[in-house]
């Protein structure tokens, strides 16, 4: 069943609930969504990236790089 329909059937069904109710159900929606959210993987973290490409500079002098990117200025 296309989604919209769904959507349009269950807004039928919800309209003749009073406003408390609607509000109890926007709230179990939400709690729906919020309990989604919890077990999704969150995204990575900037700490992920510790020492990533360190094995890049294993074998450079960090001071004689230095000197040579300093001959550009």
Do not use: C, F, V
Not at 38 to 43: H, I, L, M, R, V
Not at 50 to 70: C, M, P, V
């Amino acid at each position: 069943m296309n989604t919209s329909l769904i959507i349009d059937k269950i807004i039928n069904e919800i309209r003749p609930l009073d406003d408390d109710t609607k509000i109890r159900l926007i709230e179990k929606i939400l709690g729906l969504i919020k309990s989604n959210e919890k077990k999704k993987k969150p995204a990575h973290s900037l700490s992920d990236l510790k020492a990533l490409g360190a094995d890049i500079w294993l074998h450079e002098d960090i001071t004689e790089y230095i000197k040579n990117e300093r001959k550009w200025d």
